[in-house]
């Protein structure tokens, strides 16, 4: 019985190949389309207190709403304790509802959180409406990527695996940009938009197949997955291989995770997010302005916000294009070498770039610095600096398109594809609940060791760990580009080969 099958499996695998062309991809995207309006959201959730904590901790805020340094600390810090909580609610819900639905819940605190934020008497409901709005981009971080890789084939599973970074850098723009001519209180109204949009949406669009045939729901299984790749093409070969993916597993057990088939592709999931938010791009972001300022480095806000944004996109757009041609591995190394060699030159610079004369209030420094600059002093300081003083701007650009063309994307779209299937739901939210943990943590540490220390010693362990990425992505992350999950999940069975042909002609030999 089991040479017949491995005398199959190529007849199969011909025949995969073959459907793959009929394959209509249209309303694939438009399901992708809806599902990312969740991270649209995320990315302009994200930095929502960008715009916002300038005034209300200007001396002409509402006496109501006036933020002391403290507690505007914890309004730009508590999104991410927030969406830590979101990703540990999404390892419950992905498994008890499923992906499509747990994206659609995570609309509930959003639309609470920018309410609350939208409608505030008081710090009590910014606090608390921020807080909520971090919980809804936890849960969309940890079901999206999943979402769209159970959804997708592997023809297009790279490009459509970095649609949701694209878009959170859409959403964070579109923040940004509005803020310029729309107050803060209509910022958080005009956040409930795109979550609503995407609950509509998605109501109309399927269930994973996957999710579908692994509780027994074969003809729902079926019509989803032909809606998805059109009334052309042939569903039983690829739902026999979902089916047998989903055989060859049972409901993990304690002493099964102790298997490589399960503790490996776990443990490269979560390190992956752990060493992606201890690069330190969660705190350049937040903290960019302040970081300039004592860099030397003199711009406004807004073209600070633009140009990161503008880099971020296109970086994000290479990284989509190249994905299924260059490989994962690749642009792994790539972004590794990029983020290495610029935070190497900005902890070279800040080495011996004098801080700023005079002492500096606690938890002032990075966070609260939002006084305008004076143009006739900043025209004069480039002037004595010379061409030294575009430097850290370089470098930091330089960071920001590294990161967002390998370690950004790729690690949410690795996670999707290298979990185990009967663990998937839960090891994901774990990921983003290990990752938002490292990001508030990282954040706080941050303030705190520039107060104390400068940015030399931030930037001498960024590059560090942009090093350790570098070893990681050698030695650990496998190469994913054109497998198919199936494939993958073989691998981490068998050690040995992505080939699921070969891994029954092994069993078979054996």
Wanted: glycine share 8%; hydrophobic share 45%.
């Amino acid at each position: 019985m089991s040479a017949e099958r491995s005398e199959n499996t190529p007849l199969l695998s011909r025949r995969l190949t073959s459907s793959e062309s009929q394959i209509n991809n249209s309303k694939l995207f438009l399901a992708v389309f809806s599902a990312v309006l969740g991270n649209f959201n995320f990315g302009y959730s994200l930095v929502y207190s960008s715009p916002v904590l300038p005034k209300l901790t200007s001396p002409d805020a509402s006496p109501e709403l006036k933020m002391n340094t403290e507690q505007a600390a914890w309004f730009g810090s508590i999104y991410t304790l927030g969406a830590a909580a979101g990703g540990l609610g999404a390892m419950l819900l992905n498994d008890m509802i499923g992906r499509k639905l747990s994206i659609m819940m995570s609309a509930v605190p959003s639309t609470i959180g920018y309410m609350l934020m939208g409608g505030a008497m008081n710090l009590w409901m910014l606090q608390v409406g921020r807080f909520l709005t971090g919980v809804a981009g936890g849960m969309t971080a940890a079901s999206i990527p999943v979402y769209i890789s159970e959804i997708s084939h592997k023809a297009v599973r790279g490009a459509l695996g970095s649609c949701p970074q694209i878009t959170a850098v859409f959403g964070t723009l579109s923040l940004y940009a509005l803020s310029l001519v729309v107050p803060w209180r209509w910022l958080a109204i005009a956040g409930e938009v795109p979550a609503l949009l995407m609950v509509v949406l998605l109501s109309f669009m399927p269930s994973s197949p996957r999710r579908l045939l692994s509780i027994g729901q074969e003809q729902k299984a079926e019509k989803a997955l032909r809606w998805l790749r059109g009334s052309q093409y042939d569903t039983q070969i690829e739902l026999s291989a979902i089916q047998h993916s989903i055989n060859t597993q049972s409901r993990v057990t304690w002493s099964e995770l102790a298997t490589p088939n399960y503790y490996r592709p776990i443990f490269i999931s979560v390190v992956m997010r752990f060493l992606q938010q201890m690069t330190g791009v969660t705190p350049i972001l937040v903290y960019l302005e302040p970081i300039f300022a004592q860099s030397k480095v003199s711009l406004e806000p807004k073209y600070d916000a633009a140009i990161v944004g503008a880099v971020r996109l296109f970086s994000v757009a290479v990284a989509a294009s190249l994905m299924d041609k260059a490989g994962r591995k690749a642009l792994l190394y790539t972004s590794s070498m990029l983020m290495f060699v610029s935070t190497l030159t900005l902890t070279m610079i800040s080495h011996t770039t004098p801080c700023p004369p005079g002492p500096t209030p606690p938890n002032n420094t990075m966070s609260l610095d939002y006084s305008p600059h004076n143009g006739t002093g900043n025209i004069l300081e480039a002037s004595q600096q010379g061409s030294a003083s575009i430097i850290p701007l370089i470098s930091t650009m330089v960071f920001i398109f590294g990161y967002a063309m390998g370690w950004g994307p790729i690690t949410w779209l690795l996670m999707s594809e290298v979990l185990p299937l009967v663990a998937r739901g839960v090891a994901s939210g774990l990921c983003v609940t290990v990752s938002w943990l490292t990001a508030f943590m990282l954040t706080h540490a941050f303030t705190h060791l520039v107060d104390k220390y400068g940015l030399y010693v931030p930037y001498l362990l960024f590059t560090v760990v942009c090093v350790v990425c570098l070893l990681f992505n050698a030695v650990c992350i496998p190469e994913t580009r054109g497998r198919s999950l199936e494939e993958i999940e073989n691998y981490f069975r068998t050690g040995r080969t992505f080939t699921i042909r070969r891994s029954h002609s092994n069993i078979q030999s054996s």
